[in-house]
């Protein structure tokens, strides 16, 4: 049976949590958001655009708030904080996460003691994650406790209580973490591609705390940079749910978004008016967070044709097996050629499992073989491989199978089961409140329109072979424009001790 997977629909766990999304958490929520009930409507009525179910607005402060009306009994509230990496050095990595996991420790009016008897009979979690471009904090909580989760949201981005004593825990227990990693195949691959693919790139900063700045990072430096994200410049807030009503007093609209949302004719408990007004009284201008003159830097362009072609080291730490990662131009993530280049990569990954993982004598030769990118404002194509027996031959089997990518006609026949896939893919992110937060947060922070997202199922469902085809020739086909870091374990302890 193939596998169908790509990357950039799933959770790519090839590589160390270091170049990945780090995810604090007080607590996990009880309920899923997906159980969700519908009713069926009898009468034909014309449904209004997606659109409708979004509306934008203003605070006092001068911070974005959007709403997404989204059917369920669930709310999603994010604190989304722009800049990431670009405003930290790489010495530095990880300092906006350690800020965050600290702030979600205890605040001024709610201690630890306190959440944890809250969160015995209300249903909610606050988390954090810090990826290049921003971070975020989201508060998810069952409608009904809207109102006591809000305030401990709130508070705990206001005023959180930021005790040494919780840094210096937490410090120990990353940098036990770090150490158990750093001799590990994946963190050693990780850091190799970071520091091949990004050298004198903003993108060289790592979200996560790594082993260059586990040291660094101070309380001194937490507590200054905790007054850099309450930069409200810096701030956007986005609220998904199934409000009711809006600004101008019309009542809710029947959510219609294609392959995302489901029915929602029941009537909501929480208004937009009521999310509006609480977010102006917690974030507004009465809040701490007011503009600090803080300039994102724009993000360089990424291109790789200059780089070093290929990159090898060998370490006993691998034993008798590779592991290897190539990393190549991707397109942005709103250009017209992503789509094309998505159903590329999951051709691709077929090829690649049933041309290098299955064939002939290399069965079991390697244990992990897949397509994948690296998100970001720039994005960047990855192939990963892990726990190849050897080296030998490996690079060239996988050119060879990336060269034999079928022609349009072979592509026009297989067309409809990777658009099913694809469409399944972005269904099933959609389907929950914390998908939809993401893809909102994401389209609002790399294309301005926070509806941008939902052109995607038509892109899809319109995108043709000839356009695949062209995305692979422009994207994967010249195997020059791969560059290869490879880690090998060939050579014995005892040469590498000398």
């Given at each position: 049976m193939k596998r169908i997977v790509f990357?950039?629909?799933?959770?790519?766990?090839?590589?160390?949590?270091?170049?990945?999304?780090?995810?604090?958490?007080?607590?996990?929520?009880?309920?899923?958001?997906?159980?969700?009930?519908?009713?069926?409507?009898?009468?034909?009525?014309?449904?209004?655009?997606?659109?409708?179910?979004?509306?934008?607005?203003?605070?006092?402060?001068?911070?974005?708030?959007?709403?997404?009306?989204?059917?369920?009994?669930?709310?999603?509230?994010?604190?989304?904080?722009?800049?990431?990496?670009?405003?930290?050095?790489?010495?530095?990595?990880?300092?906006?996460?350690?800020?965050?996991?600290?702030?979600?420790?205890?605040?001024?009016?709610?201690?630890?003691?306190?959440?944890?008897?809250?969160?015995?009979?209300?249903?909610?979690?606050?988390?954090?994650?810090?990826?290049?471009?921003?971070?975020?904090?989201?508060?998810?909580?069952?409608?009904?406790?809207?109102?006591?989760?809000?305030?401990?949201?709130?508070?705990?981005?206001?005023?959180?209580?930021?005790?040494?004593?919780?840094?210096?825990?937490?410090?120990?227990?990353?940098?036990?973490?770090?150490?158990?990693?750093?001799?590990?195949?994946?963190?050693?691959?990780?850091?190799?591609?970071?520091?091949?693919?990004?050298?004198?790139?903003?993108?060289?900063?790592?979200?996560?705390?790594?082993?260059?700045?586990?040291?660094?990072?101070?309380?001194?430096?937490?507590?200054?940079?905790?007054?850099?994200?309450?930069?409200?410049?810096?701030?956007?807030?986005?609220?998904?749910?199934?409000?009711?009503?809006?600004?101008?007093?019309?009542?809710?609209?029947?959510?219609?978004?294609?392959?995302?949302?489901?029915?929602?004719?029941?009537?909501?408990?929480?208004?937009?008016?009521?999310?509006?007004?609480?977010?102006?009284?917690?974030?507004?201008?009465?809040?701490?967070?007011?503009?600090?003159?803080?300039?994102?830097?724009?993000i360089p362009p990424l291109d790789f044709?200059?780089?070093?072609?290929?990159?090898?080291?060998?370490?006993?730490?691998?034993?008798?097996?590779?592991?290897?990662?190539?990393?190549?131009?991707?397109?942005?993530?709103?250009?017209?050629?992503?789509?094309?280049?998505?159903?590329?990569?999951?051709?691709?990954?077929?090829?690649?499992?049933?041309?290098?993982?299955?064939?002939?004598?290399?069965?079991?030769?390697?244990?992990?073989?897949?397509?994948?990118?690296?998100?970001?404002?720039?994005?960047?194509?990855?192939?990963?491989?892990?726990?190849?027996?050897?080296?030998?031959?490996?690079?060239?089997?996988?050119?060879?199978?990336?060269?034999?990518?079928?022609?349009?006609?072979?592509?026009?026949?297989?067309?409809?089961?990777?658009?099913?896939?694809?469409?399944?893919?972005?269904?099933?992110?959609?389907?929950?409140?914390?998908?939809?937060?993401?893809?909102?947060?994401?389209?609002?922070?790399?294309?301005?329109?926070?509806?941008?997202?939902?052109?995607?199922?038509?892109?899809?469902?319109?995108?043709?072979?000839?356009?695949?085809?062209?995305?692979?020739?422009?994207?994967?086909?010249?195997?020059?424009?791969?560059?290869?870091?490879?880690?090998?374990?060939?050579?014995?302890?005892?040469?590498?001790?000398?």
């Amino acid at each position: 049976m193939k596998r169908i997977v790509f990357s950039v629909f799933l959770s790519w766990s090839l590589l160390c949590s270091a170049l990945l999304t780090g995810c604090l958490s007080t607590k996990s929520t009880k309920s899923a958001d997906n159980k969700q009930t519908t009713k069926k409507t009898t009468s034909a009525r014309a449904q209004p655009s997606p659109l409708a179910a979004f509306s934008e607005h203003t605070l006092s402060n001068n911070i974005p708030l959007i709403v997404k009306k989204h059917s369920g009994t669930f709310i999603s509230i994010r604190f989304v904080i722009e800049g990431g990496v670009s405003l930290l050095k790489e010495a530095y990595s990880g300092l906006e996460n350690v800020t965050l996991q600290l702030m979600l420790t205890e605040s001024a009016n709610f201690s630890q003691e306190a959440t944890a008897e809250l969160e015995k009979n209300h249903d909610f979690s606050i988390t954090a994650a810090s990826k290049k471009d921003y971070s975020y904090i989201e508060l998810v909580c069952a409608e009904k406790d809207f109102d006591v989760a809000f305030n401990v949201f709130a508070d705990r981005i206001l005023h959180p209580t930021l005790r040494e004593k919780a840094f210096n825990a937490l410090m120990e227990e990353k940098k036990a973490a770090i150490a158990q990693k750093a001799a590990t195949p994946q963190a050693m691959l990780s850091n190799e591609l970071r520091s091949a693919a990004y050298k004198h790139h903003p993108y060289a900063t790592s979200p996560l705390v790594t082993q260059l700045s586990a040291d660094k990072i101070t309380f001194d430096a937490v507590k200054q940079y905790h007054k850099k994200i309450l930069g409200a410049e810096k701030v956007k807030i986005i609220a998904v749910g199934n409000f009711s009503g809006g600004t101008d007093g019309t009542s809710a609209e029947k959510n219609t978004d294609s392959a995302t949302d489901g029915e929602h004719d029941s009537e909501a408990a929480i208004s937009i008016d009521s999310i509006v007004a609480k977010t102006e009284g917690a974030f507004g201008a009465k809040s701490s967070i007011a503009p600090l003159n803080i300039t994102i830097p724009s993000i360089p362009p990424l291109d790789f044709s200059q780089h070093k072609n290929l990159s090898q080291k060998e370490s006993a730490l691998f034993g008798e097996e590779c592991y290897a990662v190539s990393y190549f131009n991707a397109p942005h993530r709103f250009d017209a050629d992503y789509v094309p280049y998505v159903f590329a990569g999951m051709i691709l990954d077929d090829l690649l499992f049933d041309e290098v993982k299955q064939k002939d004598s290399a069965q079991s030769a390697v244990k992990s073989l897949g397509v994948g990118i690296m998100e970001g404002m720039e994005q960047t194509g990855i192939i990963s491989v892990f726990k190849a027996k050897t080296s030998e031959g490996l690079i060239d089997s996988i050119d060879e199978a990336i060269a034999s990518f079928p022609k349009e006609k072979v592509i026009r026949r297989e067309l409809n089961r990777y658009k099913k896939d694809y469409i399944m893919a972005l269904y099933e992110k959609n389907r929950e409140i914390s998908g939809v937060a993401d893809s909102v947060m994401t389209s609002y922070v790399y294309a301005r329109n926070p509806a941008k997202y939902l052109e995607r199922p038509d892109r899809v469902e319109t995108v043709t072979a000839k356009q695949i085809f062209e995305a692979y020739q422009k994207y994967f086909s010249q195997k020059d424009g791969r560059k290869w870091i490879v880690l090998t374990g060939k050579i014995s302890a005892e040469t590498e001790n000398q």
